[in-house]
């Protein structure tokens, strides 16, 4: 079966925020960007990004800085990368758990629903801790990420909000589904629960799509959940807080203003200090 990842490089340009992140998500990064950088502007300022995000990777940095993306999917940088530029923008293909990079190098990591493939605690300490080790004192991790809405979503209130028409895009209605079908963190969700799902909701609904005004494309990404066994974890604010908390200090939280912003903020973590430094 071909690899998850890079079947998904071939829709992501059919992805839609809040998948993807808004104008306003990416304002925010590059806000916390150049409020937090180093007061010696005149020294270049390191950005790792996790992953080949687009709408982040685009962002006008600050002078004198550069941008380093690592990705592990060779079919999402050759489909969604926008391009290296010399000494400003480049990316490399590597895993985040064993890429070789030097230690203390970056001023800013950042990423993009970077965890929520990623196993809930044990994977959340690891990238938390491996982070750590790329950040010097002071440095910080901005990462847009999503967590699971309070309440715990159920399908009735799905359906109700359908029904009442306040779910405008069906990326939204996706992630929403997702985070129904999870019982814990934990366990997450297997996202082809996620497919049957929208199929159950299809059959019950069988012009939804159209009547909402849905792209098909867009639709049909969540075609690629069938037969899939990879899982997602939607954690809360403080659960990841508590799994990032022993190498990353918590800073900021800062929730966008669309519909569903309340799942997807943009948290702000520092190196935590250590004697040793």
Same mark, same amino acid.
């Given at each position: /079966?071909?690899?998850?990842?890079?079947? #998904?490089?071939?829709?992501?340009?059919?992805?839609?925020?809040? #998948?993807?992140?808004?104008?306003?998500?990416?304002?925010?990064?590059?806000?916390?960007?150049?409020?937090?950088?180093?007061?010696?502007?005149?020294?270049?300022?390191?950005? !790792?990004?996790?992953?080949?995000?687009?709408?982040?990777?685009?962002?006008?940095?600050?002078?004198?800085?550069?941008?380093?993306?690592?990705?592990?999917?060779?079919? /999402?940088?050759?489909?969604?990368?926008?391009?290296?530029?010399?000494?400003?923008?480049?990316?490399?293909?590597?895993?985040?758990?064993?890429?070789?990079?030097?230690?203390?190098?970056?001023?800013?990591?950042?990423?993009?629903?970077?965890?929520?493939?990623?196993?809930?605690?044990?994977?959340?300490?690891?990238?938390?801790?491996?982070?750590?080790?790329? #950040?010097?004192?002071?440095?910080?991790?901005?990462?847009?990420?999503?967590?699971?809405?309070?309440?715990?979503?159920?399908?009735?209130?799905?359906?109700?909000?359908?029904?009442?028409?306040?779910?405008?895009?069906?990326?939204?209605?996706?992630?929403?589904?997702? /985070?129904?079908?999870?019982?814990?963190?934990?366990?997450?969700?297997?996202?082809?629960?996620?497919?049957?799902?929208?199929?159950? !909701?299809?059959?019950?609904?069988?012009?939804?799509?159209?009547?909402?005004?849905?792209?098909?494309?867009?639709?049909?990404?969540?075609?690629?959940?069938?037969?899939?066994?990879?899982?997602?974890?939607?954690?809360?604010?403080?659960?990841?807080?508590?799994?990032?908390?022993?190498?990353?200090?918590?800073?900021?939280?800062?929730?966008?203003?669309?519909?569903?912003?309340?799942?997807?903020?943009? #948290?702000?973590?520092?190196?935590?200090?250590?004697?040793?430094?």
């Amino acid at each position: /079966m071909e690899n998850y990842w890079d079947l #998904l490089a071939r829709q992501f340009h059919h992805q839609q925020p809040p #998948l993807r992140p808004s104008a306003e998500d990416a304002a925010i990064v590059s806000r916390i960007i150049r409020d937090g950088r180093p007061e010696d502007s005149e020294r270049c300022t390191h950005i !790792l990004l996790l992953g080949v995000t687009p709408e982040i990777a685009t962002l006008p940095l600050p002078a004198n800085s550069s941008l380093l993306a690592i990705e592990q999917s060779q079919a /999402m940088i050759d489909l969604v990368w926008p391009g290296n530029l010399l000494n400003h923008r480049e990316v490399v293909r590597g895993n985040w758990f064993e890429i070789d990079l030097k230690p203390r190098l970056f001023d800013f990591v950042v990423g993009d629903g970077f965890a929520t493939g990623l196993a809930y605690p044990a994977q959340y300490r690891k990238i938390a801790a491996t982070i750590s080790e790329w #950040l010097p004192p002071g440095g910080l991790l901005i990462g847009r990420l999503f967590v699971r809405s309070e309440p715990q979503e159920t399908h009735e209130r799905i359906f109700s909000d359908l029904r009442a028409r306040r779910i405008s895009r069906f990326d939204t209605l996706k992630w929403r589904l997702g /985070m129904a079908c999870q019982h814990s963190v934990k366990e997450g969700v297997v996202v082809e629960d996620i497919y049957r799902s929208w199929v159950a !909701l299809e059959k019950d609904w069988p012009t939804l799509a159209e009547e909402s005004s849905w792209p098909a494309p867009t639709v049909d990404t969540i075609k690629l959940y069938s037969g899939r066994k990879n899982r997602y974890h939607f954690p809360s604010v403080e659960e990841i807080k508590a799994e990032f908390n022993d190498s990353l200090e918590f800073v900021s939280a800062t929730f966008p203003k669309y519909d569903f912003g309340e799942c997807c903020p943009t #948290l702000v973590f520092r190196r935590r200090e250590r004697v040793t430094d």
